[in-house]
């Protein structure tokens, strides 16, 4: 079966096709691969085959949930010494992913986000005031640093009641630092054969684990000592019993829910924000209209409401077009759940499963045309979504496991977005070319702004 899958021509027994990949770039690597090998191929690393989907007709494909289910593999179950049975990494048959799932959900309903709302503000505010700062020193603004302080902040504060002082530090927070290194670590593991990892290298992502669990073990045992807080996702965890069993997450399974949110809930808003800024300021003549739809809808307001983000329609646009340039969660893969046939070709036993490389599907011509490259939020106007084919845009994947922080995503990005836009004008640096590095996550490298304050704003 897996014969007629077109593969690379150069194979090495072992390495297979890793040898002469980039070990720092491997999804960048296999968007290449998939430019020349079409819409499903595979590769070998580590003596295993792996199957790439590029194609939008197959991805779709892929999202029919009666057949496919959510794997837990590569990358992902390289996380498990971090985030073992945590949402975002527990097996489909692990029983803590529905205890857990059922638990934290009512805490991305609508009335949890704006009960978040004035704490995004907040966070937000802080960041402005940073920028102020370097623009009142004439200094250029480093984009994912800031992005990802804000959105940490963010998580920490809504979720868990938490400050990091991320504004107050001049370097990023230990927890950063040490979570960059394990999903860089992870990242590296599908490349690099375990015996041939350096021990140093081991040991460097031991210390990180741990550090990881020291503070998020500190941050539980002072909410168990201080009492429940507003009833944010940290008391949910911590307090709330499954409306139908009664049960309640074991204190390792909030240590690693706790982790798993904390991650999950800043790398990639931080990478979609960054993104987004990066094609505004590529692109002033969309910046301008969002700039304008932004004092249309919110006016001289100081603090936008909560129902005012979601009427930034542009502003959420430009938003979905970054992500559909760089979805910053950039691979997620689906296994069989029985023996079928993918795309009517392509037979898969139960159990078999394949790497959705959602950059691929979000450019394939035969959903967003010839100039799938270019970056035109427009491709998301009601009209044009609605004449699409289902299952085209995943950025968030798909199905029971798909993200479960999306809304919280978006209203967060589209309100700091949207307050971005009405306080300065953005500049690139004229030398600029995108580069984007991966840690499993994308982020666009070494991205600076320089920044103007309007004279309008609030
Ligand atoms: C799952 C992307 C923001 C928490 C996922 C998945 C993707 C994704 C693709 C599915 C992974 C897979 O199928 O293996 C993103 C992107 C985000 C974002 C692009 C921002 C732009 C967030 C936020 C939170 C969050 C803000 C939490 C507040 C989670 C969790 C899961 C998940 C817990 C696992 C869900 C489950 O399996 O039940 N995300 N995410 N994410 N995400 Fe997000």
Redesign the pocket.
């Known amino acids: 079966e897996l014969e007629r899958i077109p593969h690379p021509p150069y194979r090495v027994p072992l390495l297979g096709d890793v040898v002469g990949a980039s070990r720092h770039t491997p999804l960048q690597d296999s968007l290449r691969l998939a430019h020349r090998l079409g819409p499903i191929f595979r590769r070998r690393a580590l003596g295993k085959e792996f199957v790439f989907v590029a194609g939008a007709a197959l991805a779709a494909d892929l999202a029919d949930e009666s057949r496919f289910a ?1 794997h837990v593999g590569l990358g ?1 179950a390289n996380l498990r010494p971090v985030a073992g049975d945590g ?2 990494t ?1 097996y489909n048959h692990e029983s803590n ?1 529905q205890l857990a ?1 059922d638990v934290l959900a009512p805490g991305f309903s609508r009335e949890a986000m704006a009960g978040y709302h004035p704490m995004m503000l907040d966070v937000a505010a802080r960041l402005m005031e940073h920028w102020d700062r370097a623009r009142e020193a004439g200094r250029p603004v480093n984009v994912p640093g800031d992005m990802t302080k804000l959105t940490l902040e963010t ?1 920490a504060r809504t ?1 868990f009641g938490h400050d990091f002082g991320s504004f107050e530090r001049t370097r990023p927070h230990p927890f950063v630092t040490a979570m960059v290194g394990t999903l860089t670590h992870a990242q590296r593991l599908n490349a690099v054969p375990v015996p041939f990892l350096m021990r140093r290298a081991a040991r460097r992502n031991d210390a990180d684990i741990a550090y990881l669990n020291r503070t998020v073990d500190d941050l539980i045992r002072a909410r168990r000592e201080s009492g429940p807080g507003d009833g944010d996702l940290l008391d949910r965890m911590l307090a709330t019993a499954h409306p139908e069993t009664g049960e309640r997450l074991s204190a390792l399974n909030v240590r690693r829910q706790v982790i ?2 904390l991650v ?2 800043h790398e ?2 931080s990478g ?1 924000l960054s993104f987004a800024l990066h094609y505004l300021a590529q692109h002033p003549e969309i910046a301008a209209r969002a700039r304008a739809e932004v004092d249309r809808v919110w006016g001289g307001e100081e603090a936008p409401g909560y129902d005012q983000v979601a009427r930034l329609r542009l502003v959420r646009r430009v938003l979905d077009e970054a ?1 559909r340039l760089w ?3 950039p691979a ?2 689906r296994e069989a759940r029985e023996d079928t046939v993918l795309g009517g070709t392509h037979p898969m036993r139960r159990g078999a499963w394949a790497l959705v490389l959602t950059p691929m599907v979000h450019r394939d011509p035969e959903v967003w045309g010839a100039d799938a490259e270019r970056f035109d939020p427009d491709r998301f106007a009601p009209q044009a979504v609605r004449s699409r084919a289902p299952h085209t845009f995943k ?3 798909t199905g029971a ?6 809304q ?2 978006l209203h967060e ?1 589209t309100l700091v977005l949207g307050l971005l836009l009405r306080r300065y004008d953005f500049h690139g640096e004229p030398r600029y070319r995108l580069r984007v590095t991966e840690r499993l996550t994308l982020m666009p490298e070494g991205l600076r702004l320089r920044l103007e304050r309007r004279t309008a704003a609030p």
Do not use: V, Y
């Open positions: 959510k992902i949402l975002f527990a992913w799932h998580i979720g798993t949110f999950a809930g990639t808003t979609a992500l979805p910053t969660a997620f893969a950025p968030f994947g496991r798909a993200c479960i922080g999306r919280f995503a990005a």
